[in-house]
């Protein structure tokens, strides 16, 4: 799949001004350029005030706001929102934001933790909530896309079942984050980006990483780059090539999903490209900053993957990696009898991992009722490939 052009929503500033030279910009223009479209979201040159009004009616000809639209907004009960986003070519995926479990509302009670807490939730945050309660913004993370469907066929994925019709590009990822943001209510603020929609970030490696250049630039969204988690299925090359393009600053979430190769490669085919001796060899050397975790995503599917023998050989495999593991009891998806096991095996398989010297969380669900849940951003419309059944 040949690499899309970089569209002019994922310039970098330098690229802005090679751009602007020949219709007259200087190089401060391309700055303000920059600076309203990725820290200010304002797509539209006729509202780019400090620009000479010949410069704006020749960005005019870009048509930057129709890099994507906001098709659909679905809001769910506890505010989780769903955005289906399409794109020029009438593609669609989707972006949630999450509202946290900081700010306002308060923390939520241990065991069961929220997905809003992916990113930037280690011991070592050192942007605590503020004392002044009721006054703090409520902190969002928003989950994007990187791919229309998914290539690597996990089986309990809708994303996976659809298959993959194409990768964004960078200007796609990174527009989800600038609309997201635009659509914050009132006393929110975008904290968080995780990687975890639809399609596997490291598979369209080129445009994910000039996405998360984007998103870290001092005079663009600014994000801390341990406030972003990049979620894989596990592409050794590329978590290496994040590492070392990264310095291992961008959070890892690995999507484990088993402890051993047989199991894990009846649920996700890629562990046969790159099974588990070579994936945990990655992990160890991924360039961890100190006090950093790698995540480690489970997702728990009855009768496959949850079993107390499972959760004691995960503690054997994971020994000595800095980890912190997140146990996700599967959402049912259409195109699937897969489900979660029972709450009680679920609070089983996390008191082995616990007693073990682990920190566990199981995830609450958000977003259930709008399909806005990991996992459930499927296509719309889309017809699954294949029929999963548990036998
Ligand atoms: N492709 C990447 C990121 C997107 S998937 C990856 O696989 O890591 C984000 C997370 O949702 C992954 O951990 C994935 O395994 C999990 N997931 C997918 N389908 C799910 C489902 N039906 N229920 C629960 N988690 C699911
Ligand atoms: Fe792709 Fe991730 Fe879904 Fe697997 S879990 S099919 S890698 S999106």
Redesign the pocket.
Known sequence: MAPEPIGPLARTPEEWAQALAPLGGRAFHAKQVFRWVQARSVLEPAKMTDLPAALRAKLETLDLPRTLEIAQERRAADDTRKLLVRMKDGATVETVLIPGVTGPKGKLPSPVQDQAMEAGDDEDDDDPPQPQAGEEPVRVTQCISTQVG?A???IF?A??VAGLKRHLGADEIIAQVLAGRARLDPGERLSNVVYMG???PLANYDATARSLHLLTHPDGVALSARRITVST?GLVPEIARLGADFGGRIGLAI?LHAADDETRTRL?P?NKKYPLPVLMEALRAYPLPARRRITIEYTLVAGKNDDPAEAKKLVKLLRGLPVKVNLIPMNPIAASSLGPPEMRGVLGFQRILCDAGYSCFIRRRRGDDVDAAC?QLALLGARPKVRVNRA
């Open positions: 998914c690597m066929g996990c994925c994303s996976g639809m399609g596997e299925s999507s996700m890629i996992g």
